[in-house]
C-alpha cells in the first residue's frame, strides 16, 4: 500500500505542478501583452505631447501676430486652470455662462454688422 500510495501523490503533485506551469506561462504572456501596450502607450503619449508643444508655439505666434502676449495669456489660462476647485471635473455653471456670453457675443457683433455700427 505505501508504494501505491505514493506513486498517487507523486502523480498528484506532477499534475499540480504541470497546471501551476501553465498558469505562470500564460501569466508571462498577459505580462508581456502589458508591457507591448504600456510601450505604445508610451509612444503616443509621446507624440501627443510633441504636437501639444507645437500646437502652443502656434498658438503663441498667431497671438503675437495679433498684437498679444501670447505667454501672458497662456500663464493667465494656467493660473485660472489650477485655482479651479477639481481641474478634471468642468463646472457646468460656468461652462454654461461661458457658452451663454459667448452667443451674446456673437449676436452683438451680427447686429452691429448689420446696422453697420
Keep these: ?51 501639444v508643444r507645437e500646437q502652443r508655439a502656434l498658438l503663441v505666434a498667431i497671438a503675437e501676430q495679433q498684437g498679444l502676449d501670447g505667454e501672458e495669456i497662456l500663464a493667465e489660462a494656467a493660473i485660472e486652470e489650477a485655482e479651479a476647485p477639481d481641474a478634471d471635473a468642468p463646472d457646468v455653471e460656468t461652462a454654461d455662462a461661458e457658452t451663454n456670453e459667448g452667443d451674446a457675443s456673437e449676436e452683438t457683433t451680427d447686429a452691429t454688422a448689420e446696422t453697420g455700427e
Excluded at 497546471?19 to 508610451?42: H, K, N, P
Aim: no cysteine.
Design 1 to 51: 500500500m505505501g508504494l501505491g500510495s505514493t506513486a498517487k501523490k507523486i502523480q498528484s503533485l506532477s499534475d499540480r505542478a504541470e497546471q501551476m506551469y501553465r498558469q505562470v506561462q500564460a501569466l508571462q504572456e498577459r505580462i508581456v501583452g502589458l508591457e507591448e501596450g504600456v510601450d505604445e502607450t508610451s509612444d503616443r503619449v509621446t507624440k501627443l505631447e510633441h504636437q
